[in-house]
T-cell receptor, first 114, second 113 residues
């Protein structure tokens, strides 16, 4: 079945430590790939997107993501986490391969320890 | 710069009541979406409108209807609310369906008692 999966429901990280959030997809072809962030009580904001080209994508707020076709993954990373990065993060897929609809994973909630 | 505006922000309904959630965007986007967000389930697509005059079912359309009133506005109607429809509802818009950035409203928190 076509799906986008975020295996980690919660992640706790210390301020200043690195962060990696996992995203896997299962589609017949490579969909367009997105990462969104949702701060408490807010709507969603786009962090970055991948359509084609360079497999390492830079986004806002110091985030980057790497597309790995062989692993059907699009993992999000940040080298040094700030307390303001505490939020919920969503991987999403779109484009023709995903039926031209924007479909979201279940989300990963990130807690940042002082 | 309003972006995507949803009204109301909060609503409490009794089982069986009806209501319409309103959404308007000022970015001249072709595509609009309605999602619901429930804990642990991410955002699930209810209905979407690829362009003015068209609407399509998403993943969880049962119990909902939509109207794409014009290019700016996309409303979601609950004809007979049920407790299972307690959720946070998000409207979004994008230039084209599914392959460009989507912009989200602030959400409507709906409780059905």
């Amino acid at each position: 079945a076509q799906s986008v999966t975020q295996p980690d429901i919660h992640i706790t990280v210390s301020e200043g430590a690195s962060l990696e959030l996992r995203c896997n997809y299962s589609y017949g072809a490579t969909p367009y790939l997105f990462w969104y962030v949702q701060s408490p009580g807010q709507g969603l904001q786009l962090l970055l997107k991948y359509f084609s080209g360079d497999t390492l994508v830079q986004g806002i707020k110091g985030f980057e993501a790497e597309f790995k076709r062989s692993q059907s993954s699009f993992n999000l990373r940040k080298p040094s986490v700030h307390w303001s990065d505490a939020a919920e993060y969503f991987c999403a897929v779109g484009g023709k391969a995903a039926g031209n609809k924007l479909t979201f994973g279940g989300g990963t909630r990130v807690l940042v320890k002082p | 710069n309003a972006g995507v505006t949803q009204t109301p922000k909060f609503q409490v309904l009794k089982t069986g009541q009806s209501m319409t959630l309103q959404c308007a965007q000022d970015m001249n986007h072709n595509s609009m979406y309605w999602y619901r967000q429930d804990p642990g389930m991410g955002l699930r697509l209810i209905y979407y409108s690829a362009s003015e005059g068209t609407t399509d079912k998403g993943e969880v359309p049962n119990g909902y209807n939509v109207s794409r009133l014009n290019k700016r506005e996309f409303s979601l109607r609950l004809e007979s609310a049920a407790p299972s429809q307690t959720s946070v509802y998000f409207c979004a818009s994008s230039e084209r369906t599914g392959n460009t950035e989507a912009f989200f409203g602030q959400g409507t928190r709906l409780t059905v008692v």
